[in-house]
Nanobody, 125 residues
């Protein structure tokens, strides 16, 4: 059973930065896509960013506005989400997820096969 473990969440002031990491229990290249989603209290799960390994294509939600970067650390088998200039509205639980097969739409959470337990990000004023 594939497992994903997120880390790097925490409390940060608005304007600050955090780097989240997703560690899969097998080589990340066993997957076609790794994505990040988030869910704020009382809100639905929403897409944040994804990376498709075959083409190294990245996608971002509009609200990222160039503040977040998804990347891989091949030596450590991690998929990272660098988050800069954090805003209060970024407060949420962040989840990484993977697609092993064909990825028709990497922004839709129902296409993802495996999910981590999430890591809390809290942005304070």
């Amino acid at each position: 059973q594939t497992q994903l473990v997120e880390s790097g969440g925490g409390l940060v002031q608005a304007g600050g930065s955090l780097t989240l990491s997703c560690a899969p229990s097998e080589s990340m290249f066993a997957f076609n896509v790794v994505g990040w989603f988030r869910q704020a209290p009382g809100k639905e799960l929403e897409f944040v960013a994804s990376i498709k390994f075959g083409t190294i294509r990245t996608r971002y939600a509009d609200f990222v506005k160039g503040r977040f970067t998804i990347s891989t650390d091949n030596t450590k088998n991690l998929v990272n989400l660098q988050m800069n200039n954090l805003e209060l509205e970024d407060t949420a639980v962040y989840y990484c997820a993977t697609i092993r097969g064909v990825a028709i739409n990497t922004t839709r959470h129902d296409f993802y096969d495996y999910w981590g337990q999430g890591t809390q990000v809290t942005v304070s004023s």
